[in-house]
C-alpha cells in the first residue's frame, strides 16, 4: 500500500462514533453489508503507520467484534504493537482488543509479556491498572510464570486503587500457575488486614474462590476471617467470609459451634436482605445442627416468602429446598405458601414451589398430589406443563416406583398423562410402560388394558409427540396379549391405517406386536379342540405353554345371549386349568370370576377376516425400504401362509373331529408361543459391564470417521415422515384434544371415535359381530373437575398434605402392593470414580505447604517431605474418595429412564435433585424398603460428615485454632 | 465469581458484552440468544451458573455468575453500576451506553475486574474513571490531534 493512501485514510478516516452511526442507519436486512464494507475498511487502515489511524480502527475492529461477531483473531498483532504506544488512550484500546479477542491459543499472546511487565512496573499506576485488567482475562501459564514478580511487587502497592485490583488478578494467575501462590499468599494474607474495606474484600473475595475449591488448605486462616465475622461492618466482606465458613464448618464442628452466633446475630440485626439470606443459606446449608439457629432461619425464610419482591419469594423457596430434608417441619409450616407458590406469576418461583412439592411426595399422598397438580398442568402453559409432568414422572418412578403401592393406578395416570394435549414426555412414559409391565406382574392386565385404549384411538396417531408412548403401548400390548380383553379389536388397532403416520422403528414394533397377537389368536383357535379332547384323557401340557390363556375376561361374558354357552365351556376349562398347579394361580381366581371365551375369540369367519385384515394392511408393506418393517412383514405374512390352509381345516374339525396334534401348522403356532410366552424380565443397569470384552475390540476408540460414514443415514426418528398429511393429522388431534375430558366414561367416547373411523375406512375393519363394551375397572385417577378455579385446587392440596404429611398412622391399603421385581445389585448405579481436578489440589497444595508446613520446606524438596506432610495428604485422600462416592453418583439413572435423556433446566436444579436421589438410591443398596427414606439417608449424610470431621480432628497437624 | 456482565435492549441486541473467561464468540452469540429468548427457562451450558437480570428503561442489565457470589448482593452491584453510568453520562440512556463502547467498559473494569468486585461505590468508580480520562488528555497535548 502506498504511502498516500495512508495518508488518505488517515485523514478521511470514519470514527467509531460514524461506524456505529452508520450500523445503526443502515436499510432492514442491510447489516452484513454495511459490517463487512466496514471490516474492510478496518484491514486497511489498521496497517497505517499513524498510531492515532490504527487505534481508531482497532477500536472498530473491537466493537464489531465484541457486539456484531466480526472476525478479528487476524490483528492480534495490532493490539500487542499499538499496547506500547505511550498514549493512554491508545493502551487502553490495545489492552481492551487483548482482554476481548484473544484466546489462549492466540500466538502473539507471548509478545505482550515485555508491555505487560512494563505497565505493571510503570509509574503511572493507570498504566498498571490497564495492563492488571488485561492480564485477569487472558492470563495463560506462561504469561502467570514470567509475571508473578511483577504481582507480587503491585500486592504490596501503597496505592489501595492499585493494590486491589492487583488482588483481584492474583486469583487468576494462581490458577493458571501454581507456584505463584508461594510467592504471593503471604502479602495476600497480609491484606486481609489492611485498613482499606475494598481492599479486604477483594482479598477475601479470592479466598473465597479459593475455600470453594479446596477448604481444607485454607483452616489456618479460620482465625482471621472469624475477626473479620466479628468485626467487620461491611456487608460485601461479610457475605463472601459466610461463604468461606459454610466450606470451613462442614469440616470442623468445633469451628462451627464457634461461628454459629455471630451468624446468628448478623441474621438478627441486619437490614441488608442479601446478608441476611447468606446466613438463612449458611445455616441451612452447614449448620443444620443447632437447633436454635435453624428456627431463627426458618422464621426469617418466612419473612421472604411473603414478601412482594419476587426475588425474596424465588429465594425463600430456594432456602426451603436446603432444608426440606433435614427439618421437615420447616416445610410444614410453610406449605401453604409453597403450595399457592405453584399459581405464581413468575415461572422460577412456580418451578421452585413444584420441586418442593415433589419432594413432599409419599406414599400415602402420591394420588392426590399428582391428580391436584395434573389439573394445575392441563391449565399451565406448555413448558410449566411439561415440567410438571417431567416432576411427576420423576418422582413416582424414583427409587423403582417405591412410592407407588396401587399400580393399577400408577398405570391409568400414564395414560391419563399420555393424553394431555402439550405432553412432550413421550420417551419418557414409553419406558416407564415397558419398565413396569416387566417388574411388576400383577398390573399387566390394566396395563395391556390402558395401552389398547391408547392404540384404539386413531386421533392420537396424529400427534407426533405421543408416538413413543403408542410405541411402549403396542410393546405392552403384544407382550402381554393374553390379558387383552379382545385380541381381535387390538388386531385391528395395531393395523389400522393410521399407522403410516408412525416413524418407520415404531411402525416396526407396531407389526412385531401384531405378529405376537396372531400367534396367540392362532394358538387358542387350536387349543380349545384340544383341550376338550384332552380334558377327559390325558393331562395336557399346552396349557403351561400359555398359562396366560385362564387370564381372559372377556367383556362380552357378561352379556346374557351367551350366557348358556358360556357355562358348557367355563367347565370344559376349569378341568385342565386345575391341574396346572401353582404357576397360574393367580389367573385361577380370574378364571372363575369370570368366564373365558375361547371361541368367540376366533370363530373361522372372524379368523378369515382376521387374515384379511392382516394381509391388506401388510402386504403393501412388503417392498418396504424400512427393513425392520420388510423383515417382520416378511414373518407374519410367512406364517399366515403357513397356516391359513390348516386353520380352515380346524374350523371345520369342530364338530368332532380331533386330529390337531397331526397338524403342521400347530406346531408351529405352538412353538412360537412358546417362545413369545417367555418372560422378558427387566435388566440390570450395570449387566451390560459383566459382559466380557471379546478379543481384539477396542473400547473408547476414537470414532469420528464414523460421522463420514453414516453422514447420510437418516436416524429413524424424523420428522419429515411426518409430511405425508401433516395438516389432517393436526386436525384430528386438536379436534380430540379441544374436546373436554369430561367424560363419564371414557370407553364409550373411545368407541365412538372407533366407529366413526371405521365408517370412514370400513375396508379395514372386521364386521363387528358383537357389541363394543368396554368395561372401566378402575376410576380415571384425574376427576373430571377440570374447570374448577384453581385457588380452589390450591386448598385442596393444602388440605390434603396437612392430612398427609403428618406422619399419622398409615391408612390401611385398599390392596396389597404388589411385588415390584427388582435386581440385587442391578438398580444400583455403577460408580466411576473420577479424580477430582488436577489443578486445584496444585493450588491447595501449595497453600497447605505454606500453611501448615513449616516455611522452611522450599518447592523442591517436596517430594522427600516429612511425615507429617504425607500422613495429611493420605489424610486428603480418603476424604476426597468418600466424596467422590457422593458426587459422581449423580450421572445415574434409574432403570426405567435407561434411554432417557437429561431433562437439563438448569444446572442447579438438575444437581440438588440428583442428590437427594443419590441418598434414596444408596439406601435402597442397604435395605430393601425403607418407609422413612429421607431422614434415615440424612441421617447417614451426617454421620459420615461427622467421620470425615473425626479424620480432621485426630490428624495432629491441624491446630486448635479458636479454642 | 462472576462470570459475564451483558446489557441488551429489550429488541435482544446486545450493547456490552463482557466474559471474564475466554469464550468463543459463537458461544457468546449463543448464550446471548438463548438468554433473550428463552428468558425465563434459560438453559445454561456454563457450568454451575446463575443468572440475574434487572430492566432499566429498554435495557436489560444480565450478571452471570457461580455459587461463590450472592444473588441479591448482585442486585446491588447492577445498581452500582448503573448508578456509576448514570453520573458519568449524567443521565444515562440507551444511547450513551452505544455511542460509548469505551467508556463502558472502563468503568465496568473499575467495579469488576477478572470476575472479582474491587469496587462498590459508585461514586469512587466515576472518580476513578475520570482521574483516567483526565490523565488521557492532559497527554493528548503532544498528540497530533485528527479530523
Request: with cysteine; net charge negative.
Amino acid at each position: 500500500m502506498s504511502g498516500g493512501s495512508s495518508l488518505m485514510d488517515s485523514i478521511f478516516q470514519r470514527s467509531l462514533e460514524d461506524l456505529i452511526k452508520s450500523v445503526r442507519l443502515h436499510l432492514p436486512g442491510g447489516e452484513p453489508t454495511v459490517i463487512s464494507k466496514a471490516l474492510e475498511e478496518i484491514r486497511r487502515e489498521i496497517r497505517s503507520t499513524d498510531l492515532t489511524t490504527k487505534a481508531e480502527a482497532l477500536q472498530k475492529l473491537t466493537y464489531l467484534h465484541s457486539l456484531h461477531h466480526a472476525d478479528m483473531s487476524w490483528a492480534a498483532f495490532h493490539a500487542v504493537e499499538l499496547s506500547s504506544s505511550a498514549f493512554l488512550p491508545h493502551k487502553r484500546a490495545a489492552y481492551l482488543a487483548a482482554s476481548i479477542s484473544f484466546r489462549p491459543s492466540t500466538d502473539v499472546l507471548l509478545l505482550l509479556t515485555n508491555q505487560l511487565r512494563k505497565d505493571l512496573n510503570s509509574t503511572n499506576h493507570l498504566e498498571g491498572s490497564l495492563a492488571l485488567e488485561c492480564l485477569s482475562v487472558i492470563c495463560t501459564p506462561d504469561l502467570a510464570r514470567d509475571l508473578t514478580p511483577d504481582l507480587f511487587t503491585m500486592l504490596g502497592s501503597s496505592k489501595n486503587l492499585v493494590r486491589k485490583k492487583a488482588i483481584a488478578t492474583s486469583l487468576r494467575v494462581f490458577s493458571q500457575y501454581s507456584d505463584a501462590v508461594r510467592v504471593c499468599f503471604k502479602r495476600l494474607v497480609e491484606n486481609l488486614e489492611s485498613g482499606d474495606v475494598q481492599t479486604v474484600s477483594a482479598t477475601v473475595g479470592v479466598f473465597c474462590e479459593l475455600a470453594l475449591k479446596e477448604p481444607r488448605a485454607y483452616m489456618p486462616l479460620a482465625p482471621e476471617f472469624y475477626r473479620i465475622l466479628v468485626d467487620s461492618r461491611n456487608n460485601w466482606v461479610l457475605i463472601k467470609v459466610l461463604k468461606v465458613f459454610a466450606k470451613l464448618a462442614a469440616l470442623e464442628p468445633r469451628l462451627a459451634k464457634k461461628v454459629v452466633e455471630p451468624i446468628c446475630e448478623h441474621m438478627r440485626r441486619s437490614g441488608a436482605k442479601s446478608l441476611v439470606f447468606e446466613c438463612i443459606r449458611t445455616i441451612l446449608s452447614s449448620l443444620s445442627e443447632y437447633e436454635s439457629a435453624v428456627k431463627l432461619a426458618v422464621a426469617k425464610v418466612r419473612e421472604f416468602l411473603v414478601d412482594d419482591d419476587q426475588n425474596l419469594r424465588y429465594l425463600g423457596l430456594q432456602a426451603l429446598s436446603l432444608v426440606d430434608l433435614k427439618h421437615l417441619w420447616a416445610v410444614l409450616e410453610n406449605k401453604e405458601v409453597v403450595i399457592r407458590s405453584l399459581s405464581d406469576a413468575d415461572p422460577n418461583i412456580k418451578l421452585e414451589a413444584l420441586q418442593l412439592v415433589m419432594a413432599m411426595v409419599s406414599e400415602d399422598n402420591v394420588t392426590e398430589i399428582c391428580r391436584v397438580l395434573i389439573t394445575y398442568a392441563l391449565k399451565a402453559d406448555p413448558e410449566f406443563c411439561n415440567e410438571i409432568l417431567g416432576f411427576i414422572l420423576s418422582a413416582c418412578s424414583r427409587n423403582v416406583y417405591e412410592v407407588i403401592i396401587d399400580f393399577d393406578w400408577y398405570v391409568s395416570l400414564l395414560g391419563e398423562i399420555s393424553r394431555i394435549p402439550h405432553c412432550k414426555k413421550g420417551e419418557e412414559i414409553e419406558n416407564q410402560l415397558t419398565d413396569i409391565g416387566m417388574r411388576v406382574e400383577d398390573v399387566r392386565p390394566e396395563l395391556v388394558h390402558v395401552g389398547r385404549n391408547l392404540l384404539i384411538d386413531p386421533a392420537l396417531l396424529g400427534n407426533p409427540f405421543i408416538h413413543r408412548i403408542l410405541c411402549g403401548a403396542a410393546w405392552v400390548s403384544g407382550e402381554y396379549v393374553q390379558f387383552s380383553t379382545n385380541p381381535l379389536e387390538l388386531m385391528e388397532a395395531l393395523l389400522q391405517p393410521r399407522t403410516n403416520l408412525l416413524p418407520p422403528s415404531i411402525r416396526a414394533v407396531y407389526i412385531q406386536s401384531a405378529f405376537k397377537v396372531l400367534t396367540f389368536c392362532l394358538n387358542v383357535a387350536f387349543l380349545p379342540n384340544e383341550a376338550a379332547y384332552s380334558s377327559s384323557s390325558c393331562p395336557i401340557n399346552e396349557y403351561s405353554a400359555s398359562p396366560s390363556f385362564a387370564g381372559h375376561e372377556s367383556l362380552t361374558d357378561c352379556e346374557q345371549d351367551e350366557f348358556l354357552n358360556l357355562r358348557v365351556l367355563s367347565q370344559s376349562v376349569k378341568a385342565p386349568s386345575v391341574k396346572n398347579g401353582g404357576d397360574t394361580a393367580v389367573n385361577h381366581v380370574k378364571t372363575s370370576a369370570s368366564l373365558p371365551l375361547r371361541n368367540d375369540i376366533l370363530t373361522q369367519k372372524s379368523a378369515d377376516k382376521m387374515f384379511t385384515l392382516v394381509k391388506t394392511a401388510l402386504a403393501p408393506l412388503v417392498g418396504s425400504h424400512e427393513v425392520e418393517i420388510h423383515e417382520r412383514v416378511c414373518n407374519i405374512l410367512g406364517l399366515l401362509e403357513l397356516t391359513q390352509n390348516e386353520m380352515t381345516g380346524c374350523f371345520s374339525r369342530e364338530k368332532g373331529n380331533f386330529e390337531t396334534e397331526e397338524l403342521k401348522a400347530y406346531e408351529t403356532i405352538k412353538m412360537m408361543r412358546n417362545a413369545f410366552s417367555e418372560e422378558i424380565g427387566p435388566v440390570a443397569v450395570s449387566a451390560r459391564d459383566r459382559v466380557p470384552i471379546p478379543e481384539g475390540l477396542v473400547l473408547e476408540e476414537n470414532l469420528h470417521n464414523l460421522e463420514t460414514i453414516c453422514g447420510d443415514v437418516q436416524f429413524p426418528i424424523s420428522s419429515s415422515f411426518f409430511l405425508g398429511r401433516p395438516h389432517s393429522g393436526e386436525r384430528d388431534g386438536v379436534s380430540f384434544f379441544n374436546r373436554p375430558i369430561i367424560e363419564v366414561s371414557e370407553s364409550s367416547n373411545e368407541s365412538t371415535l372407533l366407529t366413526e373411523h371405521r365408517k370412514r375406512h370400513g375396508l379395514y375393519y372386521l364386521p363387528s359381530d358383537k357389541k363394543e363394551v368396554v368395561s372401566c375397572e378402575y376410576p380415571p385417577p384425574n376427576d373430571p373437575k377440570v374447570q374448577d378455579d384453581i385457588t380452589d385446587d390450591a386448598e385442596d392440596l393444602v388440605k390434603l398434605t396437612e392430612q398427609s404429611l403428618v406422619r399419622k398412622k398409615k391408612p390401611s391399603q385398599a390392596k396389597p402392593r404388589p411385588v415390584v421385581l427388582k435386581l440385587d445389585e442391578g438398580d444400583e448405579i455403577s460408580v466411576a470414580a473420577e479424580k477430582p481436578e488436577s489443578k486445584d489440589d496444585m493450588v491447595s497444595g501449595a497453600v497447605r505447604e505454606l500453611l501448615f508446613g513449616s516455611d522452611a520446606i522450599p518447592p523442591s524438596t517436596q517430594i522427600n517431605s516429612s511425615d507429617k506432610l504425607s500422613s495429611k495428604r493420605s489424610g486428603k485422600v480418603s476424604e476426597v474418595n468418600e466424596n467422590v462416592g457422593n458426587v459422581r453418583k449423580s450421572e445415574h439413572r434409574t432403570p426405567s429412564s435407561r434411554k432417557s435423556k437429561h431433562h437439563c433446566h438448569g444446572k442447579e436444579r438438575e444437581s440438588r435433585s440428583s442428590e437427594k436421589n443419590i441418598e434414596l438410591r444408596e439406601e435402597n443398596g442397604q435395605s430393601n424398603k425403607q418407609k422413612s427414606g429421607h431422614r434415615h439417608g440424612r441421617h447417614k449424610a451426617r454421620q459420615r460428615a461427622d467421620g470425615i470431621a473425626n479424620v480432621v480432628s485426630q490428624t495432629p497437624v491441624i491446630p486448635d485454632f479458636l479454642l | 465469581m462472576i462470570r459475564a456482565v451483558i446489557v441488551m435492549n429489550d429488541k435482544g441486541k446486545p450493547r456490552l458484552v463482557k466474559f471474564y473467561e475466554f469464550q468463543p464468540v459463537e458461544k457468546q452469540q449463543e448464550l446471548i440468544r438463548s438468554i433473550y429468548e428463552e428468558f425465563y427457562w434459560v438453559v445454561f451450558f456454563l457450568q454451575d451458573a446463575r443468572l440475574v437480570y434487572k430492566t432499566y428503561a429498554t435495557l436489560y442489565f444480565v450478571f452471570i455468575f457461580d455459587t461463590s457470589e450472592n444473588e441479591l448482593a448482585i442486585l446491588d452491584l447492577m445498581q452500582v453500576f448503573v448508578e456509576a453510568l448514570d453520573k458519568c453520562f449524567s443521565n444515562v440512556c440507551e444511547l450513551n451506553i452505544v455511542f460509548n463502547f469505551n467508556k463502558v467498559h472502563t468503568i465496568l473494569a473499575e467495579i469488576i475486574l477478572g470476575g472479582q468486585v474491587i469496587e462498590t461505590s459508585s461514586s469512587e468508580v466515576v472518580k476513578a474513571v475520570e482521574e483516567s480520562y483526565r490523565c488521557s488528555s492532559s497527554n493528548s497535548s503532544f498528540t497530533p490531534v485528527v479530523n
